[in-house]
């Protein structure tokens, strides 16, 4: 859990009795890993699943080994990687673990490669850990406010497709080459005049970016939690000509307050359907509903 006081709190669920219908959470630790005027404002776990990345509200950018039951002091085991000029709202790793992008409210998205020697619990025989840098970037022209949602699809030879949400109420796939100009694939907007799109789930994919002629189209279906405009259900879809678009299948907009959490179950029900939990700030109401 990122709290608003600068630390990163540990929890394990247990079963009493060996009852999984009486779960209980117990802490385990706090690791201050910052002032406490700092924010954490989100946090992302490595593929390696031992370190986390962590964008705050100071717009530092860093990254950090993650050991419950170390005792060092965790104020010196944290890694800087790039820093916002306003705060930094949100963060992904790559899928190879190789690198991070990060976004703020600056408008502007940012990625850097990772030095995977810098991780502590690295695994020296793995392949993984031998990569071809990137050159940091920082791309200001694609966002009309805060970027806060990042959620990358794919990367291959020919670049990576990532999804990002903003303050503009808009959301975006990107393609972002090896080398060369970022560009914008597709775009919706999303919102309803007073949100932004805050965070991105997938909850189904569907051949993302397939070339075989035997497919005839990909698409993934998304989450969307859009502050005050509520809850999207959001499909981005891939015609057989390779043009991306955005649809929005489904609205909750049962939330009087700002929309800025939002999960669903792996699995589908009986039916077919996703459960899903909303959240809203102000107003504190947690709403569970299907799709």
């Known amino acids: 859990m990122a709290t608003s006081t600068g630390s990163i709190d540990l929890y394990q669920l247990q079963h009493e009795s060996q009852s999984f219908l009486h779960p209980v959470i117990k802490p385990i630790r706090s690791l201050q890993y910052f002032p406490k005027d700092v924010l954490v404002t989100a946090f992302s776990w490595h593929p390696d699943g031992r370190t986390v990345g962590m964008s705050l509200s100071s717009g530092t950018v860093c990254l950090s080994s993650i050991d419950p039951f170390s005792q060092n002091d965790p104020k010196d085991s944290h890694v800087d990687l790039m820093v916002h000029e306003q705060e930094a709202w949100t963060l992904a790793f790559t899928p190879d673990g190789c690198g991070v992008f990060s976004g703020g409210d600056d408008s502007t998205l940012r990625f850097t490669s990772i030095d ?67 560009t914008v694939v597709a775009e919706a907007n999303i919102g309803n005049g007073d949100g932004g799109v805050w965070r991105l789930k997938c909850l189904r994919v569907a051949q993302i970016g397939s070339t075989s002629t035997d497919i005839a189209d990909s698409e993934i279906i998304l989450l969307a939690s859009c502050m005050r405009a509520g809850a999207r259900i959001v499909k981005l879809h891939q015609a057989v000509d390779g043009q991306w678009q955005f649809e929005v299948l489904a609205k909750f907009e049962e939330h009087k307050s700002m929309n800025y959490g939002s999960d669903s179950q792996s699995a589908l029900n009986s039916r077919g359907q996703h459960t899903i939990i909303t959240t809203s700030f102000y107003d504190r109401l947690l709403c569970l509903w299907r799709y």
Do not use: C, F
């Open 116 to 182: 995977v020697d810098q991780l502590i619990y690295r695994d020296a025989s793995k392949e993984s850990n031998t990569h071809t840098t990137t050159m940091p970037w920082v791309e200001r022209r694609i966002h009309g406010a805060g970027v806060t949602a990042i959620l990358p699809l794919r990367t291959d030879d020919n670049g990576s497709l990532v999804l990002t949400g903003s303050y503009d109420e808009h959301i975006r796939l990107l393609h972002i080459p090896p080398i060369g100009r970022r």
